[in-house]
Structure formats: C-alpha cells, structure tokens
C-alpha cells in the first residue's frame, strides 16, 4: 500500500522567505505525482502536475520536483506572500488511486 | 477549465438518515471518486467509478453506497447516517489513467451528524 508522508505539518515564515516542503512516497510505480493548495474549509486547488517520466515542473513562482527513485519530491515558493498562507498536499497516482499526505500547513507573516 | 461541482457546501442531518451528496463535472472524465477528509487522518477515498453504473470500493466503503447513471454525476448514499460520519466530504474527477491525469476537485460538502 502507497504510504505518503509531508514534513513539516507546519510552518511559518516571514514575508519574502521562500518556502520548501517536502513529500516522500514507498512505492515509486506511481504515474504521477500532484501538489494541491487547500484553503479552509475549502476544496482542493490542483497547483502542479509532474509526471513520473518528469524532474520538475513550473508555474510562475512555483517550483515543483521530482525523484521517483527515492520516492521524494520537493515544491518550492519562492517569495512567499501572505496569500500563500494555506495547507499544501501532495498526492501520488498508482493507476486509477491517488494517495494523499496529511499536508503541509503553511503560514505566510506579513 | 474543469468544473467539479458538489450539490451542498454544508450539510446538518439526523442519525438514522439517508443522505445523498452529489456531485457534477462537466469536463466528460470517465473517472469520478468521493473522499473524504478529517483532521489528523488527511483524504481517504470511499469509493470511485471509471465509468457509468460501474463502481469500485476504496479504502473506507463501509457505511456507503454510491450511484452513477448519466456520465457527468456520482452521488454519495450514507444509508443510514451516524455521527462518525461527521466530516467534509471531497469529490474529483479526472480523465484517464496515464502520467498526464490530472484530478480536480470540487468545493467540498461538510456533513454534520447530530
């Protein structure tokens, strides 16, 4: 059974650091892996996608890679801005299933 | 862009009632899944679908139906609800099965059982 962990739970940070969050998997037969923003209370927002052929994956400020050998990937914010401040998950894909980390709670001090 | 849309943003129901939580994507995904989300225990899925009237159990099925008759709607069933039942409640979807699917996600259903 895929197992996904992210470390820290938390974190906090002032305005302009950057951020680094981790996520590690068991099983490296995945398809894809996925990085998620959640606000609270709220739904999950699809931020990255990389596949397992991929190392990393980009969109403006975000930076997100992967090294399926070892079964870690690392999502980088760079400047990070108030506005950042929510729990980030990342998800695995074995075939049909994503498997989840319990998250990454971030908070962003202006 | 993708729309995954769940029927209520919160719900309050009473033990012993049948609830029903749907769920509408509009992007023709052949897969849909139903999750759900407490604290301390992140998303665990209850059941998906790859495609209509077919179903497959997740990790958590117990306590769940699930129904899915047209394409675009997957419908949760608590049959008879109990307050461990209490939780939010995820849907998703996503098309296919390769290196390149992607999941998106609805806004979420907080189920309270009282």
């Known amino acids: 059974k895929q197992e996904v962990t992210q470390i820290p739970a938390a974190l906090s940070v002032p305005e302009g650091e950057n951020l680094v969050l981790n996520c590690s998997f068991t099983?490296?037969?995945?398809?894809?892996l996925q990085w998620f923003r959640q606000d609270p209370g709220k739904g999950l927002t699809s931020l990255l996608l990389i596949q397992s052929s991929q190392r990393e994956q980009t969109s403006g400020r975000l930076n997100a890679s992967l090294d399926k050998s070892s079964g870690r990937s690392t999502l980088y914010i760079a400047a990070s801005q108030p506005g950042d401040s929510a729990t980030y998950l990342c998800a695995v894909r074995n075939d049909y299933k994503l498997s989840f980390g319990a998250g990454t709670t971030v908070t962003v001090r202006a | 862009d993708v729309k995954v849309t769940q029927s209520s943003r919160y719900l309050v129901k009473r033990t012993g009632e049948k609830v029903f939580l749907e769920c509408v994507q509009d992007m023709d995904h052949e897969n849909m899944f139903w999750y759900r989300q407490d604290p301390g225990l992140g998303l665990r899925l209850i059941y998906f679908s790859y495609d209509v009237k077919m179903k497959e159990k997740g990790d958590i099925p117990e306590g769940y139906s699930v129904s899915r008759e047209k394409k675009e709607r997957f419908s949760l069933i608590l049959e008879s609800a109990s307050t461990n039942q209490t939780s939010m409640y995820l849907c998703a979807s996503s098309l296919g099965t390769g290196g390149r699917t992607e999941a998106f996600f609805g806004q979420g259903t907080r189920l309270t059982v009282v």
């Open positions: 099983d490296s037969a995945i398809y894809n």
